[in-house]
């Protein structure tokens, strides 16, 4: 069907016929993009116009005129019609029943409406007052009546806003900010809004806004492909739904790309983010110059007047060899030439960065367009500089930005392609893979009088993650391309095995730290033996914490780093030749000694809750940051003891940061039997910790059989449904290879859940088997839990009851 037909069909039966019409341009997969938003649009017109024509009937003075998104065409299938019904103040009855014969048929179709009805005057005061209303009638387009009104609104709305520009523009400015702190940057959100947040279709808008000030203009490359994607996504978003939504949801995601013809979601959000990443650089470097037009239109004539009404010089400072600073601006020096000066946008890149200025847009572009390729290896002087780049802290990120906009990042590092704008299905980050690694940098760089080699630290930073792109386990993919990027960046063999090795394993000291028994000889020599050197471990601990701090606040505490630190100075002890000691038991302190004689005596558990809270850190109110509640607990040796209490603390809504749980022989001279004493730190999902007296009554009770906590925990989930959301990948258990000589290691990683460590302990109970010891560790909605085991008589697992055990726990958390 041609637009023709589509009119035709439209115009021949009314409101009816619109619909019929408007369907069917919708559904049919001839059209999309941007010739199906035209068609809707030229549609739309023609229905409205016909409805203005039948009701204005010999009405003169009066006009019907798209603004907004409409008036610029943009019309997704489920978009508001923004109109203004535009009148030169005669008869206001007949004004006002054209307006109902206009307005009550679009909302007969639910089509929703924007409308306002307004002669030449009210609207230009109306724009006057609200920004939002101006930017609107920016877009004012014709669509019935009297045509000459229009033109004057339009001629007069633009002369208002060109003149009205340097007070107008800082406010747009401020408010773009604002939206922009409340819903986030489009380029790495798993869930962004596609018009609100930085980067998406307002910010698009703005940026029209701005150049129709003749004030200042966005770099166009690349800006108009940038919108038509956003846009895209959005038609996508609207049939796949049915509704009129701009946010883009992980459960949707799927859909929307197969509308569009993609791979998979990860494709669409890849693109989404180039997109954003597009618009939000262009944004930057507009109001860049809009404050800079700003500043120089306010200093001129105070400077003309100094100089005696002379022609003034524009200040240029140097930076370094071939650049210069200017107008806030890092931009390159007259004498510069990119074309024989390969070294030069690292120079120039670093001296920004450490001056705390932007790049220039026409240096950067300057450089894209002529500098040659770096040599392999690259000359010391280009590995410092980067070193330099990568050391200047917050700085360095908007640098960055600016290199990548042009191209020049992938050219001077093209394993960076696999990265960039590359989304990360994880809750706990906050960033893109490619932005997660220039995060790392920055936090980096406040480590580095930590350690000996801050230039090693600082690109391991960049690179510890670089193998995200490929297949299989990241960091071993990153490895052998941390070797091939450190060998042509110009390291020496044995920094170039340094950085391998940093890569390798980004993750072995938090993973070992929270999930393994650090008494235990053989945990902590495998971290020596993998590690192996006292100057390496030094700059993985560095690597460690930037990494997790880079990640987002779920995967970084106090409590992380203390656990992190103490398996580095038992690892730095077995390095400079001190062998640990076998693990002995512990010697119980007076007050668990006390509890468990308690518990022997009574033949029931005996329970203490002690508050404990982090000492004083970096915040500005130097108040210690709570850090939960240790929960001890002394029972007398039985069956069921792990399921009975995580059950009992799953009910009372109860989080579980750390769990150990030990035999505990009692006192001479009280008995020779044991009592099993569980040292737990917890927390309270929300709301004030229960009383101790009623954590014992029902952990009594489950002990006894009388409290049934499988069915208390499923009457909970009944009562309150999880909202529907993405499907979370299965669990996963397996058996950690030689992590412990007196103990077999089960991992298990699952998607966090009320009742998770219940419903694990009460699997493990039904093995048959003893747990010794839980690590318990939950990043963002991940669950990442360690539990040491053995047979009833104290010995590890063999190798195929073990496999047998994890693959029945398995099998338990998928039912």
């Given at each position: 069907?041609?637009?023709?037909?589509?009119?035709?069909?439209?115009?021949?039966?009314?409101?009816?016929?619109?619909?019929?019409?408007?369907?069917?341009?919708?559904?049919?997969?001839?059209?999309?993009?941007?010739?199906?938003?035209?068609?809707?649009?030229?549609?739309?017109?023609?229905?409205?116009?016909?409805?203005?024509?039948?009701?204005?009937?010999?009405?003169?003075?009066?006009?019907?005129?798209?603004?907004?998104?409409?008036?610029?065409?943009e019309l997704s299938p489920r978009s508001d019609l923004d109109l203004l019904l535009l009148h030169d103040g005669g008869d206001s009855k007949a004004v006002a029943a054209l307006a109902d014969r206009i307005w009550y048929p679009v909302w007969d179709l639910g089509l929703a409406l924007d409308h306002s009805v307004r002669t030449p005057a009210e609207a230009r005061r109306t724009a006057g007052e609200d920004l939002k209303v101006q930017l609107g009638l920016l877009d004012a387009r014709h669509l019935a009546?009297?045509?000459?009104?229009?033109?004057?609104?339009?001629?007069?709305?633009?002369?208002?806003?060109?003149?009205?520009?340097?007070?107008?523009?800082?406010?747009?400015?401020?408010?773009?900010?604002?939206?922009?702190?409340?819903?986030?940057?489009?380029?790495?959100?798993?869930?962004?809004?596609?018009?609100?947040?930085?980067?998406?279709?307002?910010?698009?808008?703005?940026?029209?806004?701005?150049?129709?000030?003749?004030?200042?203009?966005?770099?166009?490359?690349?800006?108009?492909?940038?919108?038509?994607?956003?846009?895209?996504?959005?038609?996508?978003?609207?049939?796949?739904?049915?509704?009129?939504?701009?946010?883009?949801?992980?459960?949707?995601?799927?859909?929307?790309?197969?509308?569009?013809?993609?791979?998979?979601?990860?494709?669409?959000?890849?693109?989404?983010?180039?997109?954003?990443?597009?618009?939000?650089?262009?944004?930057?470097?507009?109001?860049?110059?809009?404050?800079?037009?700003?500043?120089?239109?306010?200093?001129?004539?105070?400077?003309?007047?100094?100089?005696?009404?002379?022609?003034?010089?524009?200040?240029?400072?140097?930076?370094?060899?071939?650049?210069?600073?200017?107008?806030?601006?890092?931009?390159?020096?007259?004498?510069?030439?990119?074309?024989?000066?390969?070294?030069?946008?690292?120079?120039?890149?670093?001296?920004?960065?450490?001056?705390?200025?932007?790049?220039?847009?026409?240096?950067?572009?300057?450089?894209?367009?002529?500098?040659?390729?770096?040599?392999?290896?690259?000359?010391?002087?280009?590995?410092?500089?980067?070193?330099?780049?990568?050391?200047?802290?917050?700085?360095?990120?908007?640098?960055?930005?600016?290199?990548?906009?042009?191209?020049?990042?992938?050219?001077?590092?093209?394993?960076?392609?696999?990265?960039?704008?590359?989304?990360?299905?994880?809750?706990?980050?906050?960033?893109?893979?490619?932005?997660?690694?220039?995060?790392?940098?920055?936090?980096?760089?406040?480590?580095?009088?930590?350690?000996?080699?801050?230039?090693?630290?600082?690109?391991?930073?960049?690179?510890?993650?670089?193998?995200?792109?490929?297949?299989?386990?990241?960091?071993?993919?990153?490895?052998?391309?941390?070797?091939?990027?450190?060998?042509?960046?110009?390291?020496?063999?044995?920094?170039?095995?340094?950085?391998?090795?940093?890569?390798?394993?980004?993750?072995?000291l938090v993973e070992t730290a929270t999930r393994r028994d650090l008494e235990d000889p053989a945990t902590v020599r495998s971290v020596a033996d993998a590690v192996g050197s006292q100057s390496t471990l030094e700059l993985l601990h560095a690597l460690t914490e930037a990494d997790a701090l880079a990640t987002g606040p779920a995967a970084w505490s106090s409590w992380r780093a203390a656990l992190v630190t103490d398996l580095v100075k038992r690892v730095s002890a077995l390095l400079a030749g001190d062998e640990?000691?076998?693990?002995?038991?512990?010697?119980?302190?007076?007050?668990?000694?006390?509890?468990?004689?308690?518990?022997?005596?009574?033949?029931?558990?005996?329970?203490?809750?002690?508050?404990?809270?982090?000492?004083?850190?970096?915040?500005?109110?130097?108040?210690?940051?709570?850090?939960?509640?240790?929960?001890?607990?002394?029972?007398?040796?039985?069956?069921?003891?792990?399921?009975?209490?995580?059950?009992?603390?799953?009910?009372?809504?109860?989080?579980?940061?750390?769990?150990?749980?030990?035999?505990?022989?009692?006192?001479?001279?009280?008995?020779?039997?044991?009592?099993?004493?569980?040292?737990?730190?917890?927390?309270?999902?929300?709301?004030?910790?229960?009383?101790?007296?009623?954590?014992?009554?029902?952990?009594?009770?489950?002990?006894?059989?009388?409290?049934?906590?499988?069915?208390?925990?499923?009457?909970?989930?009944?009562?309150?449904?999880?909202?529907?959301?993405?499907?979370?990948?299965?669990?996963?258990?397996?058996?950690?290879?030689?992590?412990?000589?007196?103990?077999?290691?089960?991992?298990?990683?699952?998607?966090?859940?009320?009742?998770?460590?219940?419903?694990?302990?009460?699997?493990?109970?039904?093995?048959?088997?003893?747990?010794?010891?839980?690590?318990?560790?939950?990043?963002?909605?991940?669950?990442?839990?360690?539990?040491?085991?053995?047979?009833?008589?104290?010995?590890?697992?063999?190798?195929?009851?073990?496999?047998?055990?994890?693959?029945?726990?398995?099998?338990?958390?998928?039912?």
């Open positions: 069907m041609t637009s023709t037909d589509v009119r035709t069909e439209a115009e021949g039966s009314g409101p009816s016929g619109y619909a019929a019409a408007r369907l069917r341009l919708l559904t049919e997969g001839a059209r999309s993009g941007p010739p199906r938003r035209a068609a809707l649009a030229e549609l739309t017109d023609d229905w409205l116009a016909e409805l203005f024509t039948a009701g204005a009937g010999e009405l003169r003075g009066v006009c019907l005129v798209a603004v907004g998104g409409y008036g610029r065409g009546g009297d045509l000459g009104m229009t033109a004057g609104l339009r001629t007069a709305i633009l002369a208002d806003w060109r003149n009205q520009a340097p007070k107008r523009l800082p406010e747009l400015q401020e408010l773009c900010a604002e939206r922009a702190e409340r819903q986030g940057e489009l380029q790495y959100l798993l869930e962004p809004d596609l018009k609100e947040a930085r980067g998406g279709l307002r910010d698009a808008t703005a940026l029209r806004a701005v150049a129709a000030s003749w004030l200042a203009d966005a770099p166009r490359e690349g800006l108009a492909d940038a919108r038509r994607r956003l846009l895209d996504v959005r038609d996508a978003l609207h049939l796949t739904t049915g509704r009129a939504t701009d946010r883009l949801a992980l459960q949707e995601q799927d859909q929307v790309a197969a509308e569009l013809g993609l791979l998979d979601a990860d494709t669409l959000l890849r693109q989404v983010y180039e997109a954003a990443r597009v618009i939000s650089y262009a944004s930057d470097v507009t109001w860049r110059e809009v404050g800079r037009v700003l500043r120089s239109r306010a200093v001129r004539p105070r400077l003309r007047a100094m100089l005696g009404g002379g022609k003034s010089v524009t200040e240029r400072s140097p930076l370094a060899e071939g650049v210069v600073e200017q107008d806030g601006e890092v931009v390159l020096a007259r004498a510069a030439r990119p074309e024989r000066d390969p070294v030069l946008p690292l120079r120039a890149a670093a001296a920004a960065a450490q001056a705390g200025l932007p790049l220039s847009l026409h240096a950067v572009r300057r450089m894209a367009g002529a500098v040659r390729p770096l040599p392999s290896p690259w000359p010391a002087e280009a590995r410092e500089q980067l070193v330099t780049l990568l050391g200047s802290g917050r700085p360095t990120v908007e640098v960055w930005e600016s290199l990548e906009a042009e191209g020049l990042i992938t050219r001077l590092l093209p394993d960076w392609e696999r990265v960039r704008c590359r989304p990360q299905r994880n809750a706990v980050h906050v960033w893109t893979v490619d932005r997660h690694l220039i995060e790392t940098a920055v936090r980096a760089s406040e480590l580095t009088r930590r350690v000996g080699r801050p230039d090693l630290l600082l690109v391991a930073a960049l690179l510890h993650d670089i193998g995200k792109g490929w297949p299989g386990d990241h960091s071993v993919a990153g490895e052998i391309i941390a070797r091939d990027v450190a060998a042509r960046i110009g390291f020496d063999r044995d920094d170039v095995a340094v950085l391998a090795t940093l890569v390798r394993h980004h993750l072995l640990p000691a076998e693990p002995e038991a512990a010697t119980p302190t007076a007050e668990q000694e006390r509890l468990a004689v308690e518990a022997f005596r009574t033949g029931a558990p005996v329970l203490a809750l002690r508050a404990q809270t982090e000492p004083p850190g970096d915040e500005p109110s130097g108040e210690p940051e709570p850090l939960g509640v240790e929960l001890l607990i002394a029972v007398p040796d039985q069956p069921g003891v792990l399921p009975a209490v995580s059950g009992v603390l799953a009910v009372h809504r109860l989080t579980v940061r750390t769990a150990e749980l030990r035999a505990l022989d009692l006192p001479d001279g009280v008995h020779d039997s044991s009592v099993l004493l569980l040292d737990w730190r917890v927390a309270a999902e929300y709301g004030s910790l229960p009383q101790a007296a009623r954590l014992r009554a029902d952990l009594v009770r489950a002990l006894d059989g009388s409290l049934d906590i499988g069915a208390r925990l499923a009457e909970r989930d009944a009562a309150y449904p999880r909202r529907r959301g993405v499907v979370a990948p299965p669990p996963r258990v397996t058996v950690a290879p030689a992590a412990s000589r007196h103990a077999t290691v089960i991992e298990v990683r699952a998607q966090d859940a009320p009742g998770l460590l219940f419903r694990i302990g009460r699997a493990l109970e039904k093995s048959g088997v003893r747990v010794r010891s839980a690590h318990v560790s939950t990043l963002g909605a991940n669950a990442v839990d360690a539990f040491y085991v053995t047979t009833a008589t104290g010995a590890p697992l063999p190798g195929e009851e073990a496999a047998s055990v994890a693959r029945a726990l398995e099998e338990a958390l998928r039912n």
